[in-house]
């Protein structure tokens, strides 16, 4: 089929709405088949799909549930593009919403070159995040369940000077304490669901050990201050293994949802933030590195000038100043990846001279 020719696809659960769009040789562009395919029926999606000639675009919003529709059309040597939602959601502003609307939009878009395209990661990439994301799930579920304990602590009046709470002295302190009935069964059963989260993580993280491959790029991030072997393939799959189609650090800042948002207003100066649209698991990954480099003994310089200028020597906002650091991290990261030189730190500020008497 020509390039004249695409397919918009609008995403549903159970369905999707299909509009093949043409452009004629005078620049008109019309819908000339509309179609609904049910998901639960894959050959009757084979069968249409296969009328369509190799090489067909389809352009297609990057909703949930697009992975395997791209696959499908892989497989059927169609051309699956994937677009940005918000962006597609500002070009369709004050305009009709309605399945075949979107669908004979989506293809609209693509045959007139407005067609606001984003990253389809390959089916490797996609596999490497579903393991990576989930360690990040189990993490995040245990910390919330570990405040559960400390909030049972806390409605019992009870005071500790334990640094780890869950360590082996934390645990024969919680193993022995005194508390009513339900307030005993309830803790208890928190420790044991955080005990095998525990063991889901060591499991998962020895088969990571044995089966990530490490290559030049995660030995490269392996020596920025802070990203460790998992951290570094967490931050190689959510960038993609394609940091050549981020044009600057900056955008990949942005990408990262750690570069500052203005809300300024006439003379009015807002206050910095950061913002909600963005690649949530590689910003995460970002701010544990940032929090693993402070901790560290051989933590920059200049990052620890960083978080102590910004925390007023650490009395105050120090999340805002974990973030600072995790954007300077996130710098870093397209600097070496981009250049393929491993980190150095960099040379101290020379002093100025002194002045002669």
Not at 28 to 48: F, Q, S, T, Y
Not at 230 to 239: C, P, T
Request: contains cysteine; glycine residues 8%.
């Amino acid at each position: 089929m020509s390039t004249s020719t695409a397919v918009g696809w609008d995403i549903h659960r159970k369905f999707s709405q299909l509009s093949v769009v043409q452009r004629s040789e005078s620049g008109e562009i019309r819908v000339v088949k509309r179609l609904r395919l049910e998901h639960a029926d894959r050959g009757a999606m084979r069968a249409e799909l296969k009328k369509l000639g190799p090489g067909t675009a389809v352009a297609m919003e990057g909703a949930f549930g697009w992975p395997w529709i791209a696959d499908l059309l892989d497989e059927l040597e169609l051309e699956p593009h994937l677009g940005h939602p918000p962006a597609i959601k500002v070009l369709a502003k004050h305009e009709a919403k309605a399945d075949r609307v979107d669908a004979d939009r989506l293809g609209r878009f693509w045959l007139r070159g407005i067609f606001p395209e984003c990253y389809l990661a390959t089916p490797d990439v996609r596999q490497l995040r579903e393991r990576l994301r989930y360690r990040q799930a189990l993490v995040r579920f245990r910390s919330g369940m570990k405040n559960r304990v400390q909030a049972i602590l806390h409605r019992q009046g009870i005071l500790h000077d334990f640094s780890d709470l869950f360590g082996q002295g934390g645990r024969a302190f919680l193993a022995d304490l005194a508390l009513p009935e339900a307030s005993r069964e309830v803790l208890d059963g928190w420790l044991a669901q955080i005990d095998l989260i525990g063991q889901h993580l060591a499991e998962l993280e020895a088969w990571m050990e044995r089966h990530l491959e490490e290559d030049e790029t995660t030995r490269l991030l392996k020596t920025i201050p802070g990203i460790g072997p998992i951290l570094a393939h967490v931050i190689q799959a959510e960038i993609g293994q394609l940091v050549e189609r981020i044009p600057s650090r900056r955008h990949l800042t942005s990408y990262a949802g750690l570069a500052p948002l203005a809300d300024d207003s006439a003379e009015r100066r807002g206050k910095r933030h950061i913002g909600k649209a963005c690649n949530r698991t590689l910003r995460w990954a970002l701010i544990e590195a940032a929090g693993c480099a402070l901790r560290g003994k051989d933590c920059p310089a200049n990052l620890r000038r960083l978080h102590y200028r910004l925390t007023c020597g650490g009395r105050t906002n120090k999340s805002q100043a974990k973030v600072a650091v995790a954007r300077e991290l996130c710098e870093l990261v397209y600097v070496i990846w981009k250049k393929g030189e491993p980190y150095r730190e960099p040379d101290p500020p020379a002093r100025p001279p002194r002045a002669k008497r």
